[in-house]
């Protein structure tokens, strides 16, 4: 069975974005709890995770991380906000 491929959106504790694409969503949010993630959160634990998009392919992620860190704090808050709304069925 094939990877899904993901591009996330982590809310810090400082209240900070971070963006980033993984092929393992779970092992990745523990990662970066744990310490051991990108050195942008490490200082700012714990991360929960705010938003998720799946793919199938990691040029796909890839290109969708880069996307969202082209778009400012306000753009990123509405994608959240639109994400979170249409997984409670709002």
């Known amino acids: 069975m094939e990877k899904k491929n993901y591009t996330y959106i982590l809310k810090c504790a400082d209240g900070t974005l971070y963006c980033g694409w993984t ?20 200082s700012r634990l714990p991360v929960s995770l705010v938003y998720f998009q799946e793919f199938d392919t990691a040029q796909e992620a890839q290109k969708r991380e880069y996307s969202i860190k082209q778009m400012t704090r306000q753009e990123k808050l509405k994608l959240i906000e639109k994400h979170q709304k249409t997984d409670t069925g709002s």
């Open 23 to 42: 092929n393992d969503l779970e092992k990745r949010l523990k990662s970066h709890n744990d310490g051991k993630g990108a050195k942008y959160t490490r």
